[in-house]
C-alpha cells in the first residue's frame, strides 16, 4: 500500500476520485480516513452556493446528509483505490435504513462533519453506518445519522442494461 499524493482538502483534487464532479461533487475536503478500519471523515461548507441550499430554509434539509455519506463512501473507495493501485469501485446505494435527523436544517455558515465506516462486507454487498454533525458553538451535536446498503459493481453500464 503506497500513500496517496492528493491534496485533501482541495476539491479538484478529491474529484479525480469519484465519479461525481462539478456541482454534483458535494464535499469540501477529507479531515482524515482510516484504511485498516475503512472509516472516513469528510466536511461539507453550507452556504448560498450549495446545490441543495433553499432560500426558505436558510439552509440545506437535513436529509440531504444521506447523499453526503454516499458521496463519503465513494471518497473512501477511491483513496483505497489509490492506495492500493487499483481503479476505485462503482457502487450504487441499494437503500438507506435507520435514517434519523435530530434537526430539519443545515443552517447557512455550518460546516457538517460526516463520519463514515464499513460495518459489513459479503462479497458486492458492503453496508455502512453515517453519521452527520454541526458545531453549536459548545462542541459537536449530532445532526442525522443511518445506515447505507450498497453494492460494488464491476461494470455499471453493463449493470444498468446500457
Known amino acids: 500500500m503506497k500513500a496517496i499524493d492528493l491534496d485533501l482538502n482541495k476539491k479538484s483534487d478529491l474529484e479525480t476520485l469519484v465519479p ?5 461533487f458535494l464535499l469540501n475536503r477529507v479531515k482524515n480516513y482510516d484504511l485498516e478500519t475503512i472509516t472516513i471523515e469528510t466536511q461539507v461548507d453550507i452556504d448560498e452556493t450549495s446545490m441543495f441550499y433553499d432560500e426558505t430554509l436558510g439552509g440545506v434539509p437535513v436529509w440531504i446528509t444521506f447523499e453526503y455519506m454516499a458521496q463519503s463512501i465513494s471518497l473512501m473507495s477511491g483513496i483505497f483505490g489509490r ?30 462533519t460526516l463520519k463514515v465506516h464499513q460495518t459489513i462486507r459479503m462479497d458486492a454487498a458492503v453496508t455502512f453506518e453515517g453519521q452527520a454533525f454541526v458545531e453549536n458553538g459548545e462542541g459537536y451535536i449530532l445532526a442525522a445519522e443511518g445506515v447505507l446498503n450498497t453494492v460494488e459493481v464491476p461494470d455499471p453500464q453493463k449493470s444498468l442494461g446500457l
Not at 461525481?20 to 454534483?24: E, F, S, V
Request: charged content about 20%; overall charge positive.
Open 20 to 24: 461525481h464532479k462539478g456541482k454534483m
Open 83 to 112: 492506495a492500493h493501485s487499483e481503479p476505485p469501485k462503482v457502487g450504487f446505494i441499494m437503500s438507506v435504513s435507520s435514517f434519523s435527523s435530530h434537526v430539519p436544517v443545515l443552517r447557512k455558515g455550518d460546516v457538517v
